[in-house]
């Protein structure tokens, strides 16, 4: 969906370093979304925002943090807490919540 | 929270014949039932949805069908086509006042054998 743009599209980490994926949306959607998915496993949520300044911990938030400053835009920051990072990393907008979920191409975040 | 179980894992059918893909779920409160299809490395897409106020949807070749009773819903796909092969995912939502997101299964990979 071209309204929705992540970057980059590769990443890598370093030991103990915390890294951030960008996720834009020019949709004028409310809610924002961040997954990740593992080889042969479903999407998992780690964070969603319903509104601007607002967003609430999914199934995996643990080593992770957010935040909604502007409508547009909600980073996705990895920190060092998080052991096993590997992955690939999607971000979805959807005018409200309950409302189709739209992704962004994702990145795909790898350990040095 | 809720829970989504998808069967099969892996679904290999030949070219022309139809597909089936079910999906079970935990909490009643859900009623909102998206089927994404992904291709390898590639973003999901939507390719069908359907609320509980409803039992069935159909778009060309492709149908789903929901038993709120029993807590199950299905992909149809019939006159399967090479370009359906990939990955697909259910998923369940209640977008009610408890909405906190989309609950996946973990995906069927389908092969389409020509």
């Known amino acids: 969906d071209g309204g929705i743009t992540q970057s980059p599209k590769y990443l890598f980490r370093k030991e103990g370093q915390n890294v951030t994926l960008s996720c834009e949306q020019n949709?004028?959607?409310?809610?924002m979304y961040w997954y990740r998915q593992d080889p042969g496993q479903g999407l998992r949520l780690i964070y969603y925002?319903?509104?601007?300044?607002?967003?609430q911990k999914g199934d995996i938030a643990e080593g992770y943090s957010v935040s909604r400053e502007k409508k547009e835009s909600f980073p996705l920051t990895v920190t060092s807490a998080q052991k096993n990072p590997t992955a690939f990393y999607l971000c979805?907008?959807?005018?409200?919540?309950?409302?189709?979920?739209?992704f962004g191409d994702g990145t795909r975040l790898s350990i040095l | 929270g809720e829970n989504v179980e998808q069967h099969p894992s892996t679904l290999s059918v030949q070219e022309g014949d139809s597909a089936v893909i079910k999906c079970t779920y935990s909490?009643?409160?859900?009623?909102?039932f998206p089927w994404y299809k992904q291709e390898l490395g590639k973003r999901p897409q939507l390719i069908i949805d359907?609320?509980?106020?409803?039992g069935e949807k159909k778009d060309q070749r492709i149908a789903v069908t929901l038993n709120k009773t029993a807590k199950h819903f299905s992909l149809h796909i019939t006159e399967t086509q090479p370009e359906d092969s990939a990955v697909y995912f259910c998923?369940?939502?209640?977008?009610?006042?408890?909405?906190?997101?989309?609950?996946f299964g973990k995906g069927t990979h389908l092969i389409i054998q020509p």
């Open positions: 979805a907008s959807s005018g409200v919540v309950g409302q189709p979920q739209h």
């Open positions: 949709l004028n959607h409310d809610a």
């Open positions: 925002s319903q509104i601007v300044n607002d967003f």
């Open positions: 909490d009643s409160a859900s009623n909102y």
């Open positions: 359907i609320r509980s106020n409803v």
């Open positions: 998923a369940a939502e209640d977008s009610g006042g408890g909405a906190d997101g989309l609950t």
